[in-house]
């Protein structure tokens, strides 16, 4: 059974980095591609208004990512650790938003349609 757990949320200023990791205490983490999300504040807090951020395939040779991180956010995966990260660099305030990670099969679609497993989340907040 796969159960995510997000870490690595908190408070930056405007520029400052933050790593998220994606934990899955099953067998088959690799089997899955895993993409993380993102929602708002004040946004519905329904899955389908979750936003795509970016999206690594099970092997791990494929990446994706929404235009508005490209050049900022790197996703990895260390399929021997069972771990997906998000490494956050030069962060914005419209950043701000809880992020989850969840599973796909590959290729990972690039919208929340596919997704399951969902984690609880992590908060991150970007301050000016």
């Known amino acids: 059974q796969v159960q995510l757990v997000e870490s690595g949320g908190g408070s930056v200023q405007v520029g400052g980095s933050l790593r998220l990791s994606c934990a899955d205490s099953?067998?088959?983490?690799?089997?899955?591609?895993i993409g993380w999300f993102r929602q708002a504040p004040g946004k519905e807090r329904e899955i389908i208004d979750r936003?795509?951020?970016?999206?690594?395939?099970?092997?791990?040779?494929?990446?994706y990512y929404t235009d508005s991180v490209r050049g900022r956010f790197t996703i990895s995966r260390d399929n021997f650790k069972n771990i997906a990260s998000l490494q956050m660099n030069d962060l914005k305030p419209e950043d701000t938003a809880v992020y989850y990670c969840?599973?796909?099969?590959?290729?990972?679609?690039?919208?929340?349609?596919?997704?399951?497993?969902w984690g609880q989340g992590t908060r991150v907040t970007v301050s000016s």
């Open positions: 936003e795509f951020v970016a999206a690594v395939s099970g092997p791990g040779g494929h990446t």
């Open positions: 099953g067998r088959t983490f690799s089997s899955y591609a």
């Open positions: 969840a599973t796909a099969l590959d290729p990972p679609p690039l919208s929340v349609t596919g997704y399951n497993n």
